[in-house]
């Protein structure tokens, strides 16, 4: 009978010799490489307060300029946006989140519509290009008016006197409150109507002399139309992709405002959606 042996002892051995020595040059990299990445950090640890306390390596607010506010956003919005977002302490120009921190910083404020783009420069200063959103219309609730975009955001009222605020159209006929803060949107559809309504005519219901934009209480599709001091109307039909099959579009309608403005006299009622 044969019997089986034990494998020898040192069989393992001599296998873990041959990887290793197969493998010796790439292993001795490691080694290298390794020991080279701990000195870098031993030698970053050391020496990291001194590059950090640098000037010219701390982003301080006054080093932060804003390219794009619009003229109509009053107060220092970049104050406010660093200030809220704990930005305004001096940040290390290293940091390689620093410019992704300061673009959310700038996206969360309800004047910002789109953060363009934050370039950081050396020694540290910061650009940060913005889009705004435009007010296009005033809606009035118990107590005042709040502003709102054309797509139905509200906007920061208290930017606005009561002089800046008369320069757009009053939105009467409303009954709900924004369901969110500044910066959403309202979450009614005939406020979001009304703003595709003032933003479509734009300035000229202002060389109209128009007042107030309301909807109309009869009709499907619903219907607006603004009316001047003097109690004048002009029927403006249905919000901008809203139209009843046959009615004008926006262009036509507004086109017939723009003639409007410049004719000797106007009409009691003036209805946009029927031939002129």
């Known amino acids: 009978m044969t019997q089986r042996g034990r494998p020898e002892a040192d069989e393992p051995v001599t296998g873990v010799r041959a990887f290793l020595a197969a493998r010796r040059a790439g292993l001795g990299t490691l080694v290298v490489l390794g020991a080279a ?14 590059v950090r306390s640098d000037p010219a390596a701390v982003l301080l607010p006054e080093a932060v300029s804003v390219k794009g506010l619009a003229p109509w956003v009053r107060g220092d919005l970049k104050d406010v946006v660093l200030h809220d977002a704990s930005l305004d302490g001096g940040l ?36 940060v290009e913005v889009r705004c959103r435009e007010p296009v219309g005033m809606v009035a609730v118990p107590g005042g008016l709040l502003a709102i975009d054309a797509e139905g955001v509200v906007l ?4 606005f006197t009561a002089e800046s605020a008369a320069a757009y159209p009053r939105i009467s006929g409303i009954r709900s409150s924004p369901v969110g803060v500044a910066g ?3 979450g009614d559809a005939l406020v979001h109507e009304a703003a595709a309504v003032a933003a479509a005519v734009g300035p000229e ?5 128009l007042r107030d934009l309301r ?23 249905s919000a901008p992709g809203h139209e009843a099959d046959g009615e ?11 003639a409007l403005a410049t004719a000797d006299g106007r009409a009691e009622r003036t209805d946009l959606t029927s031939p002129p």
Do not use: C, N, Q, Y
Request: aromatic share 10%; proline share 8%.
């Open 248 to 258: 004008p579009s926006v262009a036509v309608k507004v086109g017939r405002l723009r």
């Open 156 to 159: 920061p009222s208290e930017d």
């Open 37 to 50: 990445a701990m000195g870098g950090w031993a030698l970053w640890e050391r020496f990291a307060a001194d």
């Open 92 to 127: 290390p120009l290293d940091d390689p989140e620093l410019a992704g921190r300061i673009e959310r910083a700038f996206g969360m404020h309800p004047w910002i519509r789109d953060v363009v783009a934050v370039t950081l420069r050396h020694p540290a200063a910061a650009e």
């Open 205 to 209: 219901w202002r060389d109209l002399g």
């Open 215 to 237: 909807p109309t209480e009869d009709g499907a599709p619903r219907g607006w139309e603004f009316v001047d001091a003097s109690g004048r109307v002009i029927h403006f039909g």
């Open 184 to 186: 959403s949107r309202w």
